[in-house]
Every structure is written in C-alpha cells, then in structure tokens.
C-alpha cells in the first residue's frame, strides 16, 4: 500500500499507543471476542480504505490490535482485504516493471543494429582501404 502524508500523524500515533496500552492480552487458551457478522458492512468505503492503509503503514500486520480501530470488521476481514489490496498493488508494479523492460530491451536491440550497421560500414572501409594499399604495389 502506498504511503500516506504525515498530517495528523503525531495524533494518530496517539491514539495508537493509548489503543496499544488498553490492548487485551489474548493467551494461547482463550479465544478474541466474536463479532456479529451480520452488523458488518461487507463493502469497504473508501474512508475505511484509507484508514487502513494508515494503520498498516504505522502498526504493520498486527491485525488484532488493527482490528480494535475497525469495530465492525473481523480480524479476517482485514486480513483478506490487506492481502487482495496488497496482491493489486504488487500486480500493478509488476506490470509496470515489465513494461519499463520490454522498452529497454527495444531500447538495446536498436542500439545494437546501429552498433551492427557501424560494424559492417567499418569493415567496408577497411576492406577498401586494404584493397587501395595493395593496388599501389
């Protein structure tokens, strides 16, 4: 995901730290409260978009303290949408990385047909010169 600007940042790494405090502690035995799917909103809002591109940009993937900030979203939920954002975005550069190649390789086959056409120009000469020298005994 692409970086956001710092604005409000020092707040929203505020808020963060307070949220990191207050953060349950979840042993191995003990399960993460469930979330009523049915009071989710499967379709994420571009605000949601956003804010969780900030939240992954400042805490990483810890996606159960992530979670704390999306009230109606599941651990997995985030999850999924991180990774589907995360594959377009990959899928996207390497597009791109490939069309940067294929131009350089066009770039370097012209460069080596002049370089070709010079080579036979300058064998021509030296043919001709050597043809010139030996004329003349």
Not at 17 to 36: G, T
Not at 102 to 129: C, F, P
Request: one cysteine or more; proline letters at 3%; aromatic letters at 4%.
């Amino acid at each position: 995901m692409a970086s956001l600007s710092s604005e409000g940042s020092t707040k929203d790494s505020e808020t963060l730290k307070e949220l990191l405090k207050q953060r349950p502690r979840i042993q191995k035995k003990q399960q993460a409260p469930k979330i009523n799917k049915s009071n989710s909103n499967p379709c994420w809002n571009p605000e949601d978009l956003k804010k969780l591109e900030k939240c992954v940009s400042i805490l990483g993937t810890d996606f159960d303290l992530i979670q704390l900030l999306f009230k109606n979203r599941t651990r997995k939920q985030i999850m999924n949408k991180y990774k589907k954002a995360k594959i377009q975005y990959d899928r996207k550069h390497k597009e791109k990385f490939l069309r940067i190649k294929e131009a350089l390789n066009k770039e370097q086959e012209v460069q080596r047909h002049r370089l070709g056409s010079i080579d036979s120009i300058d064998l021509n000469i030296a043919l001709d010169i050597h043809e010139l020298s030996t004329k003349k005994e």
